[in-house]
Every structure is written in structure tokens, then in C-alpha cells.
């Protein structure tokens, strides 16, 4: 079964700072997604950045950015420039390859932004 | 476009009552995803639902069921409340199921069991 697992349960940034949240995820498959999700007060689950397993190239969206380490089986964020607005739950997520949207969360990492 | 819509978004129940929540996917999508928040357990996959067909289900006892109707708008129904069924439950739409899809999420049902 494919796991995923997010070793830190809160982190501290400054505002202008940059911050990494670590994930790792354990699978047989060779063709799978994945995926960091933000979750502010509000509940609502807003995609951050997607990364697809075949791709050797590290995904980026603005300040936003991975590092994808297919072997280690590693999939970091990385927020640069950090803001408020930047405060949230952030998860880590893997959808294996074919006919299904099952996302497989880990338990996430509550980002704090200083001012 | 509007978003994905989730009514109720409170509510609160009985122990042994039922419950159904309803989510309407964004105009266009055809795949629909049920998720469960706690505290406890975190975010866990419920079932996904393509044209009327559930293509995938998750680890959770029969009380929990759902459907998918002709204009993608989905479902889900919980019997016999227990008060451990206390969670955020979150829908998610995406046109088609798996590949590349981006899955939008909608601002859930907040269901509380007493």
C-alpha cells in the first residue's frame, strides 16, 4: 500500500524568508502524481503545485517550488519570499497513475509566517 | 465558472440518525471525490465516482455510501450515525478520472454528531 508521511508537524518562517516542508512516500509503482495542497483557516483545499513522476524536471509555480527526488522517494516544497497569506496546513499528497483521482494524503504540516 | 458547491455546510445530528451530503462539481466535470477530515485520522479517501459509476472506494464501513447522478452532481450518505463520524467531508471534481487532472476542491460540510 502506498504511504506518504510528512515528518513535521508545524514550521516557523519569517515574512520574506524561505521555508522547505519535507515529504516521503513509499510506493511499487512507476507512474503516479504528486501533489501539495494548502489548507487555510477556511478549509478550503487549494492546489499549490503538482509534480508528475516521469518528469526528471523539479515543478514550479512562482515562489513555489519542489524538490523531487524519485529515488529517495522525496518530494519537498520549497516557499521562497514567504507571506501572511502563506499561513496555512499544507499537504502532502500521491495519486497513482491510471483511471483514479484517490489521493493519498499525509497528515500535514501547519506553516506559521512571522511578520 | 463557479466552484464545486457542498450543502449543507454545517450540521448536526443524532447518534443513530442518518445523513446525506450533496456536492455539484464544477460545470463540465464528470469525476467526483469524497474525502473525510479528522482530527484523528487526518484526510481519508471515501469513494470517486465517474459517470455514474463508482470507480473507487475507501476503507470505510457500509454505513458510508454515495452515487453519482446523470448530471454529475454526487451524494453521499451516512446511516446510523456514530459520533466518530464527526468530520469535515470534502468533495472534489475533476473532468476526467486520473492522467494529468487537476482536482478542485469544494469548502466541505462540517458535520458534527452528538
Known amino acids: 500500500a502506498q504511504t506518504v508521511t510528512q515528518s513535521q508537524p508545524e514550521m516557523s518562517v519569517q515574512e520574506a524568508e524561505t521555508v522547505t516542508l519535507s515529504c516521503t512516500y513509499d510506493t511499487s509503482e512507476s507512474d503516479y502524481y504528486l501533489f501539495w495542497y494548502k489548507q487555510p483557516p477556511s478549509r478550503q483545499m487549494i492546489l499549490v503545485i503538482r509534480?508528475?513522476?516521469?518528469?526528471?524536471q523539479n515543478a514550479t509555480e512562482n515562489r513555489f517550488s519542489v524538490n523531487f527526488q524519485k529515488a529517495a522517494k522525496s518530494f519537498s516544497l520549497k516557499i521562497s519570499d514567504s507571506q501572511l497569506g502563506d499561513a496555512a496546513m499544507y499537504f502532502c499528497a500521491y495519486r497513482k497513475g491510471g483511471a483514479t483521482n484517490k489521493l493519498i494524503f499525509g497528515t500535514g504540516t501547519l506553516l506559521a509566517v512571522q511578520p | 465558472k463557479a466552484g464545486v458547491t457542498q450543502t449543507p455546510r454545517y450540521l448536526i445530528k443524532t447518534r443513530g440518525q442518518q445523513v446525506t451530503l450533496s456536492c455539484s462539481p464544477i460545470?463540465?466535470?464528470?469525476?467526483v471525490s469524497w474525502y473525510q477530515q479528522t482530527p484523528g485520522q487526518g484526510l481519508q479517501f471515501l469513494f470517486e465516482y465517474f459517470s455514474e459509476t463508482q470507480r473507487n472506494k475507501g476503507n470505510f464501513p457500509g454505513r458510508f455510501s454515495g452515487r453519482q447522478f446523470s448530471n454529475s452532481r454526487s451524494e453521499m450518505n451516512v446511516s446510523t450515525l456514530e459520533l466518530g463520524d464527526s468530520a469535515l467531508y470534502l468533495c472534489?471534481?475533476?473532468?476526467?478520472?486520473?492522467?494529468?487532472?487537476?482536482?478542485?476542491f469544494g469548502p466541505g460540510t462540517r458535520l458534527l454528531v452528538l
Open positions: 509534480q508528475e513522476a516521469y518528469k526528471q
Open positions: 460545470s463540465g466535470h464528470r469525476s
Open positions: 472534489a471534481s475533476s473532468l476526467v478520472a486520473g492522467g494529468g487532472e487537476t482536482q478542485y
